[in-house]
């Protein structure tokens, strides 16, 4: 458990002002994107605790004061983090903030819609942006999105987070920001792959630009909004994800370029790539709702071991030849 008090410098405000403020906030997830955001939020002076499956403190009492409870956690335990919350009797007034970049493989669900479903009374922030953990912690300066419907949430989370170096943009469409940041760990698997080939900049250039309308197409069909995707959490998110070796997609993608295989990329990360499960659930939605998504499907046959990285390059460069404008109801 990691407490704080406010900062023993004079305020600039009243301290019993900045009092008010401060926030309990718990943080869900004891992993690098966790243990980051828990940084953040006590070195702005509020009151942090931080929750792990493996940790001695039960969710129960973890979250039961708190202001804000952040869930960072894999995709994959979502659903069921979601339903010990529910039996740990979360306060209404608790204000839920998802910072998970996946989709539920079960019900291909989006983690703030799994939280909008199990609790309908409680405010849902979704926080997403180009958030590399390894630059935050490092205290390198960063933007992201706090998205709700709830205006005064996304105020109130963009408050207790934002600092010199963390500036916080809000946002009224959760599901585009959420999905900016999910979409985005499939294509960083693509560029991996792309410069682990080393085939070049403009193939680079060619794959980012043209994952775009892709992402528009899945994010449109979910409910999201297309200005959501030119933002932080859409374009901002992608270009950092894509830039290179932090990323773990993207590292993902770059050991099956050498012939590396997926299991040993995997273990040799040690940390959770989303990217491949987001794939799976990806193809299979795309599949189902005849949504055209030709970069993710290449990137699915090459986790499932069905083409080589180089038969996925010639597989989108002989594709049909058709116009470049953006149709977001496009067949292919
Ligand atoms: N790292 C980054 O730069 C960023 C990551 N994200 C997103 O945040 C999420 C977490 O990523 P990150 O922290 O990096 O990953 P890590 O692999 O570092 O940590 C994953 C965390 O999830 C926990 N976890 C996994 N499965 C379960 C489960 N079934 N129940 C409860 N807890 C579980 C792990 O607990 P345990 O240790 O017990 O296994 C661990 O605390 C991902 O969706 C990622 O895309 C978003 C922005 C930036
Ligand atoms: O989402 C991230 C940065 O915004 C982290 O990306 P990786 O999960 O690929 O490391």
């Given at each position: 458990m990691v407490t704080s008090s406010a900062p023993s410098e004079t305020p600039i405000i009243p301290l019993s002002e900045a009092l008010k403020q401060m926030a309990?906030?718990?943080?869900?997830?004891?992993?690098?994107?966790?243990?980051?955001?828990?940084?953040?939020?006590?070195?702005?002076?509020?009151?942090?605790?931080?929750?792990?499956?493996?940790?001695?403190?039960?969710?129960?009492?973890?979250?039961?004061?708190?202001?804000?409870?952040?869930?960072?956690?894999s995709m994959k335990g979502v659903s069921a983090l979601a339903s010990q919350l529910q039996t740990a009797a979360l306060k209404t007034s608790t204000i839920l903030v998802t910072a998970t970049k996946g989709l539920d493989?079960?019900?291909?669900?989006?983690?703030?819609?799994?939280?909008?479903?199990?609790?309908?009374?409680?405010?849902?922030?979704?926080?997403?942006?180009?958030?590399?953990?390894?630059?935050?912690?490092?205290?390198?300066?960063?933007?992201?999105?706090?998205?709700?419907?709830?205006?005064?949430?996304?105020?109130r989370v963009q408050q207790v987070y934002s600092s010199e170096m963390f500036r916080i943009y809000t946002s009224p469409d959760p599901v585009g920001a959420e999905l900016g940041g999910t979409l985005k760990n499939?294509?960083?698997?693509?560029?991996?792959?792309?410069?682990?080939?080393?085939?070049?900049?403009?193939?680079?250039?060619?794959?980012?630009?043209?994952?775009?309308?892709?992402?528009?197409?899945?994010?449109?069909?979910?409910?999201?909004?297309?200005?959501?995707?030119y933002g932080l959490s859409g374009l901002g998110d992608l270009l950092a994800t894509c830039d290179g070796t932090l990323s773990r997609n993207y590292r993902v993608g770059y050991g099956l370029a050498q012939g590396k295989k997926l299991d040993d990329i995997l273990a040799e990360l040690g940390s959770t790539a989303e990217g491949v499960n987001t794939a799976h659930v990806l193809i299979d939605m795309a599949n189902r709702d005849g949504i055209p998504v030709p970069?993710?499907?290449?990137?699915?046959?090459?986790?499932?071991?069905?083409?080589?990285?180089?038969?996925a390059v010639g597989n989108l460069m002989?594709?049909?030849?058709?116009?470049?404008?953006?149709?977001?109801?496009?067949?292919n």
């Open positions: 309990r906030v718990t943080v869900l997830g004891a992993g690098a994107w966790g243990t980051a955001l828990a940084r953040l939020a006590l070195s702005n002076g509020n009151q942090v605790q931080i929750w792990s499956r493996r940790g001695p403190s039960d969710l129960k009492s973890a979250v039961a004061d708190a202001d804000i409870v952040v869930s960072a956690i493989p079960e019900t291909t669900r989006t983690p703030s819609k799994i939280f909008r479903d199990t609790f309908p009374d409680n405010p849902i922030v979704v926080l997403s942006g180009p958030n590399l953990s390894k630059e935050i912690e490092a205290q390198l300066p960063a933007a992201t999105v706090v998205a709700s419907t709830d205006v005064d949430a996304a105020a499939v294509i960083a698997i693509a560029v991996g792959v792309c410069d682990g080939l080393k085939l070049g900049s403009n193939a680079k250039a060619a794959l980012i630009t043209r994952a775009i309308p892709e992402m528009l197409r899945v994010g449109v069909h979910m409910g999201a909004q297309v200005e959501t995707f970069i993710a499907r290449q990137v699915h046959r090459l986790l499932r071991g069905v083409i080589t990285p180089q038969e002989e594709r049909q030849l058709k116009p470049e404008a953006c149709d977001l109801r496009a067949k």
